[in-house]
């Protein structure tokens, strides 16, 4: 293995890949590294989601709330959301739906507000990853964060438009009824018992909500077993006789729902969850396939349970006096700490003349430590961020870059190259200038946004517009839909030509997580697609208004 890479992929398969800045002296990505090819926005995005996103902070350590914890509400409202899968038509399944259902009975419950609220809140919704991903993350986290098993994660879900049948087993059903229920949504008798076990380890029965099951009115929540955690006791308690799992002994016989169901084949399921890892790894693989039950016709993707060795953010660009910068970060997993380090940002230029062959280079202008959440925590897995900003000649301008990592201590530099072919900058032409747009605080009435401004490469009769996604919704109550909108970009007064590049500028919300960009310059057409607004690091600009 001299110059070739051999990369592990997340989906398991070994790939060899050669470089085009490899030399004998360069070691290529070390070994058994996850990796993708990179631009693959939401692949990049689910690893931010999963190992980054504030949502790790609501679930870390079981949290309480509302006389149950935030994870049961979670894992409650994904199974709800995805019992609409019918295995027969193939329609239904994970597909936020459950935002156009929480009228009915079977959906009643606070929780299933609160959720949605806490997963609008982070404001994190993108074209690739909607409110159904964003379901399907809060269930692992939930699993995850009260000591449960680490369930692989894929993005990809399709958020629905309206409400899918009313298909949500109750407890008053008989076990017919579940059975059937169950098999619908794609899951055999035993099954059912695995899943319902695994799920009722969580929370528990509101009595408002469940009067008929819950009545005792001093209680307001009765738990299903005595622990918060995500453990097989629920199902100790149950052999043992001991469960307060009121779906089991509560004083309603027709609602002791899950009675009938641990009970449906002589609690020979129920016994093998006696062993912890029996319970734990069929939780894992049930639940995944729970989160995963989409319709037919969406396909998920790679499934991530590590995170990637190195992620590089979207490359940001700024045009000023015949110089061009870029700013990015690359994250990488599991670094030591060495003062020694150096970590340097080399790139191509566009004609292949200015650069030297072996890159112009720029190093690193710092580092953070990056908290991978709780899949890091339990995986044991740190990481750092180099930041970068390049100075660059834009007349002969970028085409591509990559990165080499010295520990300076003999050892060979490790180069991270996208597999050989460097994180290509596809065109140079429209792009978002991070130097010149703002972030505008209005400081009388408070409110903000952000003055985008386009750089153009031609005169003023080329045009730009964008289209923004924006996840914020102002309603009171779900359905919380983002906002997409196409906007043509006016001539920026403020920003005059200036060396061959003519600004054009929007005012967009400060929620707004991902654009495309499309801009014409005579006859010919450039985009950017998914061009990440999460990372931009705009000016304050404070304004008395
Ligand atoms: C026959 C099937 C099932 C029935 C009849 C049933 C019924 C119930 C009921 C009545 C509650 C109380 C809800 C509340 O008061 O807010 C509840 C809670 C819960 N259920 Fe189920 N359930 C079933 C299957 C499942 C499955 C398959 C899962 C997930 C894998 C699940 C996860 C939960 C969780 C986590 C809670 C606690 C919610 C909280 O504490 O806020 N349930 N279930």
């Known amino acids: 293995m001299s110059i070739a890479s051999l990369q592990y992929l997340c989906n398991g398969q070994f790939s060899l890949q050669r470089s085009t800045f490899s030399s004998l002296k360069k070691v290529h990505i070390a070994a058994f590294l996850s990796t993708f090819q990179w631009p693959n926005p939401q692949l990049a995005y689910t690893d931010k989601m999963i190992y980054e996103s504030g949502l790790n902070l609501l679930a870390q350590g079981c949290p309480s709330r509302d006389n149950t914890t935030v994870p049961a509400q979670w894992l409650r409202i994904a199974y709800h959301d995805m019992s609409t899968h019918d295995v027969d038509d193939g329609t239904g399944g994970l597909d936020a739906s459950i935002q156009f259902e929480l009228d009915r009975p079977q959906n009643i419950g606070q929780g299933m507000f609160d959720s949605l609220n806490d997963f609008r809140n982070f404001l994190f919704a993108a074209p690739f990853f909607g409110m159904a991903d964003t379901i399907a993350l809060g269930a692992v986290l939930a699993v995850a964060g009260c000591g449960g098993p680490l369930i692989p994660f894929s993005a990809g879900r399709v958020d629905a438009t309206e409400a899918g049948p009313a298909t949500v087993p109750e407890p008053q059903q008989d076990l017919a009824s579940h059975t059937e229920a169950f098999r619908h949504q794609g899951f055999t008798p035993t099954e059912m018992i695995g899943l ?71 609690n020979v399921t129920m016994q093998s969850f006696l062993s912890s890892d029996t319970f734990n790894e069929t939780c894992g693989n049930l639940i995944e396939r729970m989160i995963n039950t989409v319709p037919s016709g969406v396909t998920l993707a790679r499934a991530i349970s590590e995170p990637f060795n190195y992620v590089v953010s979207e490359p940001l660009f700024s045009y000023r006096n015949g110089a061009m910068s870029m700013a990015t970060t690359l994250r990488i997993v ?53 930041t970068f900003n390049a100075t660059i000649n834009a007349t002969t301008s970028i085409s591509k870059f990559w990165f080499e990592i010295n520990e300076n201590d003999g050892s060979d530099p490790i180069v991270v190259d996208n ?14 200038d991070n130097g010149r747009s703002k972030f505008v605080f209005l400081t009388v009435s408070e409110i903000s946004y952000q003055r985008l401004v386009v750089a153009v490469r031609g005169d003023t009769s080329s045009s730009v517009s964008i289209t923004t996604f924006d996840p914020h919704s102002d309603a009171s109550t779900p359905p919380y839909l983002p906002t997409i909108m196409t906007t043509n970009l006016p001539l920026d007064d403020s920003n005059p030509v200036e060396g061959g590049y003519t600004f054009f500028t929007a005012n967009v919300t400060g929620t707004v997580t991902f654009l495309n960009i499309s801009g014409n310059v005579g006859d010919v057409s450039y985009a950017q697609e998914n061009f990440d607004m999460t990372v931009v690091d705009f000016p304050f600009a404070p304004i008395s208004q």
């Open 196 to 266: 319902v076990a695994c799920g009722h380890t969580l929370g528990g029965v509101r009595q408002v909500d469940f009067p008929l099951v819950v009545t005792d009115t001093e209680v307001d929540v009765q738990t299903f077993d005595t622990t918060t955690n995500f453990d097989n006791i629920v199902v100790s308690e149950y052999l043992q006789n001991t469960t307060q799992n009121i779906l089991v002994v509560g004083p309603n016989v027709t609602t002791r729902s899950d009675f009938r169901i641990f009970s449906s084949d002589g």
């Open 334 to 386: 599991n670094i030591s700490d060495n003062p020694s380090r150096t970590v340097n940002m080399l790139w191509a230029d566009r004609q292949g003349s200015s650069c030297p062959s072996s890159g112009c280079t720029s190093p690193s202008t710092g580092s953070l430590q990056a908290s991978l959440g709780i899949f890091g925590g339990i995986q044991g897995l740190t990481a750092d961020r180099y």
């Open 419 to 432: 597999g050989g072919s460097g994180f290509v900058i596809g065109q140079d032409s429209v792009f978002i």
